[in-house]
């Protein structure tokens, strides 16, 4: 089977990019997008959309660096199928600190180790972006909690019964269930969002250490036999 091309993962968080700016065009031009953030009294909202762009700025550069990363795979690839040595390199890349780590250790040995920490410095990167996921639901979350509480203070601040301060009352009540449902809102989208976004990168390094540890396997009882 064809391996994936390199250039997969930037197309794929281009195309994702452009399916999330269109569904934000579609809001703005409803008018959803402003009515959020105008109706938010406590600009949670804002707080929220502001940190989903920079971690999708974050996001994009990952996106771009991991794709260095396999690009630099398929060179290694095609240099050990090719019955060669793995290529001497002062690339300061997590893979070429791999292939330095690995001929200095000795092509022979066994990587398992090395493999284990590329994995996991691999992985690491994308840890900011899961605890932002988590923290824009939190927000959210904390965003219905004050909404609940705009909602329920006229409520405590009436002294006696007046039929003429229900309609205000109302209106003030309403006010708060608005920030409670708007904040809600704003983070469960922005915070799938960028699960989705992260899973994609999650997926992609995972791919590549595999491929990394059997490409590996492969030289080592190459050189064996």
Avoid at 4 to 32: K, Q
Avoid at 56 to 82: A, D, N, Q, V
Avoid at 126 to 153: E, P, Q, W, Y
Wanted: hydrophobic residues 45%; charged residues 15%.
């Amino acid at each position: 089977m064809q391996p994936p091309t390199d250039s997969n993962l930037v197309f794929r968080a281009l195309i994702i990019v452009g399916l999330i700016a269109f569904g934000v065009y579609l809001a703005a031009d409803r008018g959803l997008l402003m009515l959020a953030l105008s109706s938010d009294r406590s600009y949670i909202s804002y707080v929220i959309f502001g940190i989903y762009l920079l971690a999708s700025g974050h996001w994009l550069w990952l996106t771009y660096t991991l794709g260095r990363e396999r690009t630099r795979f398929t060179t290694l690839e095609t240099e050990l199928k090719c019955n060669e040595r793995a290529p001497s390199t002062n690339d300061t890349s997590l893979l070429g600190r791999f292939i330095a780590n690995w001929r200095t250790k000795g092509e022979g040995s066994d990587p398992a180790a090395l493999l284990t920490a590329f994995g996991d410095e691999l992985t690491n990167r994308h840890a900011l972006g899961h605890f932002t996921s988590d923290a824009l639901l939190k927000l959210g979350l904390l965003g219905t909690v004050v909404g609940f509480i705009l909602m329920l203070l006229p409520v405590g601040e009436i002294e006696e019964f007046d039929p003429s301060i229900v309609q205000q009352l109302l209106s003030a009540m309403s006010g708060g269930m608005a920030v409670a449902l708007y904040t809600t809102l704003a983070g469960l989208i922005t915070s799938t969002l960028l699960k989705l976004q992260y899973h994609i990168l999650d997926a992609s390094a995972a791919d590549l250490a595999t491929r990394l540890s059997v490409l590996t396997e492969l030289h080592i009882t190459r050189d064996a036999s």
